[in-house]
């Protein structure tokens, strides 16, 4: 018996907008259903095996997701076609055409079309509408635009809660936080979000309702209650010292490679305090010289913002190990990748030290190292070592010095050490003088 006949999606061409309008294929009998349904998408943005979208998109009535409503769309062609079939025969495909376009007008009242709603305002973040000072947003906050949009549709399907302007009260804080907090990976049971990926969701949710407020989308203003807060704690992580960078930078890799470059490259980055996007990303014309003195001079990709970085004399010596390469730095990784493989060299370099952490105490140091470890090691050394802290934030990009301090990681055992020292000198100085005392005496 033939398999029944299957829905397929397809991407008429591009546009004077860059975009592709999706439409349906459905072969059967020969005959052939086109059904357009008005929405449109970047190529780039298309995977033409799955035929799915990429990304999260919203659909032009801001109440889906493209995919969600492209399954929806396959379920209703496909069912309709086998209950026409089973009243005898094959259905003009005109029928079939009516039962989808039912479908995409269900909920089409003259009293929605065109209204605004979170999802759409949200979905005009994602694409970008809406910037910050006329700038645009990074890659990266966009990205938590999109996590927070699965959120909140998620939780809307599970707990049966309408989003929109008006339902984002105190009642929908605490019945969402309590959803974020009580989520679990279904593999190792282990939470997924911990109190400060709950906070970037809360945060973002009073973005999107401040904006909403300055458009006049809204009234509700419950978001601003004091209760309403975005919950954070300082997290735990891990910085090497000076010296413990430096001796891993002397480890004898030239056995493997691939871990020499990594290892390069780590280091490359404790000495510039760059995020792993702007370390990786570094080019030729980033490489400059003033002065007779060679600095690294980019604009960040988080933050856009321009810094200019000297280079230490160990970066000095990578770039001239690495000069045959353009950008004089080994070839980059994904970031997966690096974090992998960061822990293989600081492992094969013995770095097995414990207690570095209070909360995993028994972890050992290999373990805790990540790419972020080398920009965190660069802005707690120079604090440690009192250079001002506006300076290391022109280079850091933090805003505010509060934000700086919850960055960097001089920790309780830092401290302890430092007051250790200070006790060893001051009784030091004491001791010597009683002795002296008792020598004048004797």
Request: charged residues 35%; aromatic residues 12%.
């Amino acid at each position: 018996m033939p398999r029944n006949p299957e829905v397929n999606f397809y991407l008429k061409p591009i546009d004077k907008e860059g975009k592709s309008l999706i439409f349906l294929n459905f072969k059967y009998n020969k005959k052939r259903l086109f059904f357009s349904f008005g929405e449109r998408i970047k190529q780039k943005d298309w995977n033409e095996n799955k035929q799915r979208s990429k990304q999260t998109i919203i659909t032009n009535d801001g109440e889906h997701t493209l995919n969600n409503l492209l399954e929806n769309l396959k379920k209703i062609c496909e069912e309709s076609y086998l209950s026409e079939k089973a009243k005898g025969g094959f259905p003009p495909t005109e029928v079939l055409q009516k039962h989808l376009q039912n479908f995409l007008n269900q909920n089409a009242t003259e009293e929605n079309q065109g209204k605004p709603t979170l999802y759409k305002l949200i979905g005009r973040f994602i694409d970008g509408e809406i910037k910050f000072k006329g700038r645009n947003k990074s890659p990266g906050t966009i990205q938590t635009y999109k996590s927070t949009l699965k959120h909140l549709q998620e939780f809307e399907k599970k707990e049966k809660y309408k989003i929109d302007f008006d339902s984002i009260t105190l009642d929908f804080y605490y019945l969402f936080v309590d959803y974020l907090s009580k989520r679990t990976k279904k593999d190792t049971k282990e939470k997924m979000h911990g109190i400060n990926n709950i906070g970037k969701q809360v945060k973002n949710i009073k973005v999107f309702m401040n904006e909403a407020v300055e458009l006049g989308y809204t009234t509700n203003l419950q978001f601003k209650n004091k209760k309403f807060i975005t919950p954070s704690e300082e997290g735990e992580g891990v910085y090497l010292t000076d010296k413990e960078i430096e001796n891993l930078y002397n480890f004898d890799f030239s056995e493997n490679k691939k871990l020499e470059r990594v290892k390069d490259l780590f280091v490359f980055s404790c000495f510039m305090g760059l995020r792993f996007s702007d370390f990786t990303g570094v080019k030729d014309e980033n490489i400059v010289k003033i002065e007779g003195d060679l600095f690294v001079k980019l604009i960040t990709k988080k933050t856009n913002e321009s810094v200019i970085i000297p280079c230490h004399p160990i970066v000095l010596e990578i770039f001239e190990k690495y000069k045959e390469n353009a950008n004089r730095l080994p070839r980059a990784l994904s970031n997966q990748k690096f974090n992998e493989y960061v822990k293989d060299v600081c492992r094969e370099a013995k770095m097995n030290e414990t207690g570095r952490l209070f909360k995993f105490p028994k972890k050992e140091l290999w373990e805790c190292i990540e790419s972020r470890t080398a920009r965190r090691s660069f802005a707690t050394n120079l604090y440690l070592d009192g250079y001002e802290v506006h300076e290391i934030m022109k280079i850091t990009t933090h805003k505010t010095e509060k934000a700086f301090k919850l960055y960097i990681k001089a920790t309780k055992l830092d401290s302890a050490k430092r007051l250790q020292a200070h006790y060893k000198k001051r009784w030091a100085e004491k001791m010597y003088k009683a002795s002296e005392n008792l020598l004048s005496v004797a």
